[in-house]
T-cell receptor
Framework: GAGVSQSPRYKVTKRGQDVALRCDPI?????LYWYRQALGQGPEFLTY????????KSGLPNDRFSAERPEGSISTLTIQRTEQRDSAMYRC??????????????FGPGTRLTVL | AQRVTQPEKLLSVFKGAPVELKCNYS??????LFWYVQYSRQRLQLLLR??SRESIKGFTADLNKGETSFHLKKPFAQEEDSAMYYC???????????FGTGTRLTVIP
């Protein structure tokens, strides 16, 4: 495929609404990551999957954030009851194998979330 | 806990001049270090990783465990090097990246 895709590219929502961000990884990639990047900061790890199994969710800031990858391909990051502080760029990345040492992580274009 | 520090938010150099983007880390074990780059209107992408000891687009980076640094260097900067550069660390045994805050490099023609 053309690479990792994310939708929507831009999302504006009102405080208190739920949002769902989608990531479509490169076909066949085992690992899928979610990052959040606030303005002027580097990407911050949220969670990652190998196939459909969520391996690490230690970066999710609170229980309003959740992610799933039910069939080991497309993943959805859901933010419930959004707050203004959730405004950020949300980046998805995928990797063919399970090792960061030897495999390259490919990033999507990101979803810019703005909470009013 | 691990931390990656990039002390310069902005760095400007003239075309043909040497460039060095600084990266320091704090981590008690043996980390793996990476440099990622984001060119204007493009995606974040891997530039190089220390384990490969490679040179990409003329850039090199040496891991200095004594100084806990992984500075990115290029002897002669080109205009196309203008971009946002992120240093990142993977703790031993982990499988996720910890990024610094990034340095925006501008190469002046």
């Amino acid at each position: 495929g053309a690479g990792v895709s994310q939708s929507p590219r831009y999302k504006v929502t009102k405080r208190g609404q739920d949002v769902a961000l989608r990531c479509d990884p490169i076909s066949g990639h085992v690992s899928l990551y979610w990052y959040r990047q606030a303005l002027g900061q580097g990407p911050e790890f949220l969670t990652y999957f190998n196939y459909e199994a969520q391996q690490d969710k230690s970066g999710l800031p609170n229980d309003r954030f959740s992610a799933e990858r039910p069939e080991g391909s497309i993943s959805t990051l859901t933010i419930q009851r959004t707050e203004q502080r959730d405004s950020a760029m949300y980046r998805c990345a995928s990797r063919l194998g399970s090792s960061l040492s030897t495999d390259t992580q490919y990033f999507g274009p990101g979803t810019r979330l703005t909470v009013l | 806990a691990q931390r990656v520090t990039q002390p310069e938010k902005l760095l400007s150099v003239f075309k043909g001049a040497p460039v060095e983007l600084k990266c320091n880390y704090s981590y008690s074990g043996s980390p793996e270090l990476f440099w990622y780059v984001q060119y204007s209107r493009q995606r974040l992408q891997l530039l190089l990783r220390h384990i490969s000891r490679e040179s990409i687009k003329g850039f090199t980076a040496d891991l200095n465990k004594g100084e806990t640094s992984f500075h990115l260097k290029k002897p002669f900067a080109q205009e196309e090097d203008s971009a946002m550069y992120y240093c990142a660390l993977v703790p031993a045994g982990a499988n996720n990246l910890f990024f610094g805050t990034g340095t925006r490099l501008t190469v002046i023609p």
